[in-house]
């Protein structure tokens, strides 16, 4: 019994030996992960200079690379999604995404603004070839539900003026 114990003490010992972490990489800057519909993993990183996405294989292989037109004056805010068939039924890659433009006119004052006076969101989906397939002014906040086999994608707006302060919710149907 002693020496089963001890071959299996042994063989445990070596077995934990061999699983040790292997670095495969390193990545310059920040990147992010992502699932696409079929459950693949991906990766992307943003060149702000090209204006392109690099969307990467987990095995570090390029997968596409979609050239992002921002509007002019807009900075980069957030790439919310990366899909295949969630807004049409090609193959083409879809991207959702945000961008944010300051107005440099309150920067300079002494009194505190609310941010949506100088902050202005606009949220964008492109497919691959460049096509755009929405571009809704004052938002960056959006939501995909789905109820009884019907997909519908809802865009949270944020509208100001002043002290007026208004939120619409723009609702869109999703083909099947």
Not at 55 to 68: A, C, E, G, P, Q
Not at 81 to 101: G, P, Q, R
Request: glycine share 4%; with cysteine; charged share 25%.
């Amino acid at each position: 019994m002693k020496t089963l114990i001890i071959i299996f003490g042994l063989m445990l010992l070596v077995s934990t030996g061999f699983s040790q972490l292997v670095k495969e990489e390193v990545v310059e800057g920040r990147f992010k992960t992502f699932q696409i519909d079929n459950g693949e993993a991906k990766y992307l990183r943003y060149d702000k200079k090209a204006e392109i996405i690099s969307i990467y294989n987990l095995d570090h292989t390029i997968w596409k690379s979609v050239k992002l037109p921002l509007p002019k004056g807009h900075l980069l805010d957030e790439i919310k999604l990366v899909s295949t068939k969630t807004f049409n039924n090609d193959e083409a890659v879809e991207i959702l995404y945000s961008c944010v433009v300051y107005d440099s006119e309150y920067f300079n004052t002494e009194t505190v603004m609310d941010e949506d006076n100088y902050i202005t969101f606009t949220l964008n989906i492109i497919n691959e070839n460049g096509e755009v397939l929405l571009k809704e002014d004052h938002s960056n906040d959006y939501e995909i539900i789905e109820s009884n086999g019907k997909k519908k994608l809802l865009v949270y707006k944020h509208l100001s003026k002043g002290f007026k302060t208004k939120s619409q919710t723009v609702v869109y149907s999703i083909p099947q």
